[in-house]
């Protein structure tokens, strides 16, 4: 089998094809420079990283997800050149996408969400704005799964998956994920958003529900220029008819400082965030020591 003609015929439609929206940012020379970044070597065969990764968005972004139909692609390609058809067991597609490494595909996650923001020219009010949100995550039962995302508690040993925590950032206007940290289920979804922090501007506003609304993370987002806007939490009590009403429902009001420090953040930290510019410096000290700072 020429494996060097098959990979020539499916760079070209890929990366050309109608149906692929990513052809102008995913480029080949992008996806080679990461595999070099990543340190990836791989045999010549018909599935490349290229290949596979151009399949696999194909896959996802296709209305039938499955891998039998993500292979007929690769067939119809390769039969309009009237080259021998590949084999359609879904095997070797498969295998192919468990060798892309994780680095692999966060580096050229991260590449197309900075290249999106460079094509963000929508602004609200001139501001760029980013909307945060987690959820949960399982994985394959294996040894190093369990080791690193243990599964819950609340399940008998043998009897469950790994589960992560999992926080993204999104860019509002273009829908570009721009970040996303995962961690141990064990891991407090507010604590994972606090790791993001350094991803946003001075000038950006932070956009997300009422798990993101302490007294502490608005500090902390203040103290480096950016402004939230936040559903107040479900247990904050809240009285239209206090404060300086600015309209229906609108109003300003002032915020106490809690008495005790939220779980998971430094109590020196939490001690000082009365001070805008001592807690930015503090914080960006903080940062460093992550694990400390955010537990």
């Given amino acids: ?4 003609k098959y990979v020539t015929i499916l760079k070209e439609k890929l990366s050309n094809s109608v149906g692929f929206p990513l052809s102008d940012i995913l ?4 996806i080679q420079q990461a595999l070099k970044d990543e340190q990836m070597k791989y045999r010549e065969r018909l599935y ?3 290949i596979t990764l151009w399949t696999w968005i194909y896959q996802v972004l296709n209305k039938d997800k499955s891998c039998k139909n993500a292979i007929s692609i690769i067939i119809s390609y390769v039969t309009t050149h009237e080259e021998k058809t590949p084999s359609p067991d879904t095997g070797a597609y498969c295998k192919a996408r468990k060798r892309l490494k994780e680095g692999f595909i966060m580096r050229l996650l991260n590449y197309t969400g900075k290249y999106l923001q460079t094509q963000n020219t929508q602004l609200w009010c001139g501001r760029r704005v980013f909307i945060s949100d987690g959820s949960t995550v399982t994985m394959d039962d294996t040894e190093p799964n369990q080791k690193e995302y243990p599964q819950p508690e609340s399940q008998a040993k ?15 206007n273009t829908g570009a994920l721009l970040q996303t940290i995962i961690d141990a289920l064990s891991t407090h979804e507010l604590n994972l958003f606090r790791r993001l922090y350094e991803y946003l501007q001075s000038g950006d506003i932070a956009l997300g529900d009422r798990l993101y609304s302490s007294y502490a993370d608005i500090c902390l987002l203040k103290s ?3 402004d939230c ?5 479900q247990k904050r009590k809240v009285d239209f008819r206090t404060g300086k009403i600015l309209g229906i429902k609108d109003h300003i009001v002032t ?8 779980s998971g953040l ?4 939490f001690a000082i965030l009365s001070s805008a510019e001592s807690g930015d410096q503090y914080f960006h000290k903080a940062l460093s020591y992550e694990k400390y700072a955010f537990v």
């Fill in 27 to 30: 480029t080949e020379t992008i």
């Fill in 224 to 226: 480096r220029d950016v």
């Fill in 266 to 269: 430094d109590e020196a930290l």
């Fill in 48 to 50: 490349t990283p290229a």
């Fill in 158 to 172: 043998g009897c469950g998956f790994p589960m992560a925590n999992i926080v993204a950032l999104f860019c509002l």
């Fill in 255 to 262: 915020w106490t400082k809690p008495k005790s420090c939220p």
């Fill in 1 to 4: 089998m020429n494996f060097n």
């Fill in 229 to 233: 806007v936040f559903r107040m939490h």
